[in-house]
């Protein structure tokens, strides 16, 4: 498969509390960008880093990634309920995109 | 504005059945994206387009798997000969153009072949 790993499958934390989440994929890209995907809203787009970039913030979000290890990884600060969703890296490269398998975040209340 | 729009949002075939899925993507956006996504899984990628070509048709599953896009605006995908393992959603998305920019993704056409 050509899909990339997100690390954990699945994590429940309480609100307040801050996520992490991982991705590692296997091919040169020349971006990461991550996705939420719930039922109400669908898929979104959350950040895109290229792949000269280290670090970069949005928000309570902050992505940061190392190519030589051909991982990712995101953080969520100070959770919310709204938070709750699966959450995807995808890595493009020469046009096409490689999903990861997603992880899925709840965010108990 | 508008974003992304597919159609049918749901359709259910019966196995052996063509069926076409549609999508308007975002006015103006070059670069339009075909996925499928099984349940619980990520996203499959299965084709791009740039403009009204498709350089690159090696993520299509099999033969039976088409797609078009016309006047760089609606695409259609088209699965001839359905088989039971093509249920899934199919997510269309656009963006600006190819390369370093954020995907735009419409609802989705949830495909059940019985």
């Known amino acids: 498969s050509q899909q990339g790993e997100e690390d954990p499958q699945a994590l429940s934390i309480q609100e307040g509390e801050n996520a992490t989440m991982n991705c590692s994929y296997k091919?040169?890209?020349?971006?990461l960008q991550w996705y939420r995907q719930n039922s109400g809203r669908g898929l979104v787009h959350l950040i895109l880093?290229?792949?000269?970039?280290r670090e970069k913030h949005s928000g309570r979000l902050r992505v940061t990634l190392d190519t030589s290890k051909k991982s990712s990884s995101l953080l969520i600060t100070a959770s919310r309920a709204a938070d709750t969703a699966s959450y995807f890296c995808a890595t493009e490269g020469t046009y096409k995109y490689i999903f990861g398998t997603g992880t899925r975040l709840k965010v108990l209340a | 504005g508008a974003g992304v729009s597919q159609s049918p949002s749901n359709k259910v075939t019966e196995k052996g059945k063509d069926v076409e899925l549609r999508c308007d993507p975002i006015?103006?956006?070059?670069?339009l994206y075909w996925y499928r996504q099984r349940l619980g899984q990520g996203l499959e990628f299965l084709i791009y387009?740039?403009?009204?070509?498709?350089?690159?048709k090696s993520g299509l599953p099999s033969d039976r798997f088409s797609a078009e896009r016309t006047g760089e605006s609606v695409s259609t995908l088209t699965i001839q000969r359905t088989q039971q393992e093509d249920s899934a959603v199919y997510l269309c998305a656009s963006s600006f153009s190819t390369g370093s920019y954020e995907q735009y993704f419409g609802p989705g056409t949830r495909l059940t072949v019985t």
């Open positions: 387009f740039q403009g009204n070509s498709a350089p690159d």
């Open positions: 006015s103006g956006h070059t670069a």
């Open positions: 091919t040169s890209i020349n971006n």
């Open positions: 880093i290229r792949s000269n970039e």
